[in-house]
């Protein structure tokens, strides 16, 4: 089969005939139709985190596509199911995390496109337990983004305890923010958006944003508290320090400041602040397959949809060059057909 190889960390992704790999115990082999392309996936590729990635590696978490092999143990899917392969590839199953429901958290877990092949490829081997269906009417490019920035996104809201009618704020209009902004007004609460220039600030209105701060503008904690008194939630998809530290203000008292983006620097916390105004801070890591079946939802129902542009598997070193200058807008799905 062809794939994006990485070999070594750092070097361009190689497009080659690589193995296709066999089916066995628990497993399936989906034909991937897309795959979008995530930010995790130039960090696997440049060994950036402490735990790396292995090598060679086809990266790639946000695979859709159809089941055509099957193996014999396997009952509840049949050939021909449309599935996505998340970021979860698997999960222990018996860990205290994983019997709380909280797979995401499983210590066992394997990752695809990290610790395991991923789809950037054309077909992917996957955990029968962990694959999760793809609603009829939802295409394998709308799907492809949900599987992670779509149920991160999510996830992140459903911690933060907001309930609807209280104000979230979205950090950061990106890949995962301008999902973030749409599951936020689809949960019903009432969305402020934060970042800068008219393009993002626009996109953030149009997709149901009732208010936006661009934070070189103004200052987006005294701007929220002067309209707004502070949010109950802010969900931080940002990549900046600076971002995190304007949040955590920009709460009112009992707030939650969800940290969702992966800056590599560490975020001081005024503990007396903290105390006093009963501040919650959370981190939040994808989702598990609950999570995701309902995020799923949510765009078959058309109340989500990610801004979208494909590109075909040859043109991945180019993609990530974009995304590491930060020049794409939504998601890029690499679309294998
Ligand atoms: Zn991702
Ligand atoms: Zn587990």
Redesign the pocket.
């Known amino acids: 089969m062809k794939a994006a190889v990485a070999t070594e960390f750092k070097s361009p992704l190689e497009i080659k005939e690589v193995e296709t790999p066999q089916v066995t115990s628990g497993k399936v082999l989906v034909q991937i139709h897309a795959c979008g392309v995530c930010h995790t996936d130039v960090h696997a590729c440049h060994g950036d985190w402490p735990v790396k990635a292995k090598l060679p590696l086809i990266p790639g978490h946000e695979g859709v596509g159809q089941i055509i092999e099957i193996a014999g143990d396997v009952h509840h899917l049949v050939v021909g199911d449309r599935v996505g392969i998340p970021w979860l590839h698997s999960?222990?199953?018996?860990?205290d995390?994983?019997l709380d429901g909280n797979?995401n958290l499983?210590p066992?877990q394997q990752n695809s496109g990290y610790s395991v092949d991923g789809a950037y490829a054309q077909y992917c081997l996957a955990d029968a337990n962990y694959v999760v269906k793809i609603p009829d009417n939802l295409s394998f490019v709308e799907a492809a983004p949900l599987f992670c920035a779509g149920v991160t996104t999510y996830k992140a809201l459903k911690v933060s305890g907001a309930k609807p009618g209280q104000w979230v704020s979205i950090v950061g209009v990106g890949g995962l923010g301008h999902l973030a902004i749409q599951y936020a007004k689809a949960m019903g609460f009432n969305v402020i958006a934060v970042d800068t220039g008219n393009e993002k600030l626009s996109l953030a209105k149009d997709l149901g944003a009732s208010m936006v701060v661009d934070y070189t503008k103004e200052q987006p904690e005294a701007a929220i508290k002067d309209r707004i008194g502070g949010v109950h939630a802010s969900v931080v998809t940002a990549v900046s320090k600076s971002a995190f530290a304007a949040a955590y203000r920009s709460l009112r008292r009992g707030g939650t400041c969800v940290l969702v983006g992966l800056p590599p620097e560490t975020l001081p916390l005024p503990i007396f602040d903290t105390v006093l105004n009963g501040t919650k801070v959370i981190g939040s890591i994808v989702g598990t397959r609950k999570d995701l079946k309902e995020c799923l939802q949510f765009a078959a129902d058309g109340k989500v949809k990610s801004i979208i542009e494909t590109a075909e598997l040859k043109d991945i070193n180019h993609v990530y060059a974009r995304m590491l200058r930060g020049e794409i807008n939504g998601r890029v799905v690499l679309a294998m057909k």
């Open positions: 999960a222990c199953g018996h860990c995390y994983c797979e499983c066992e």
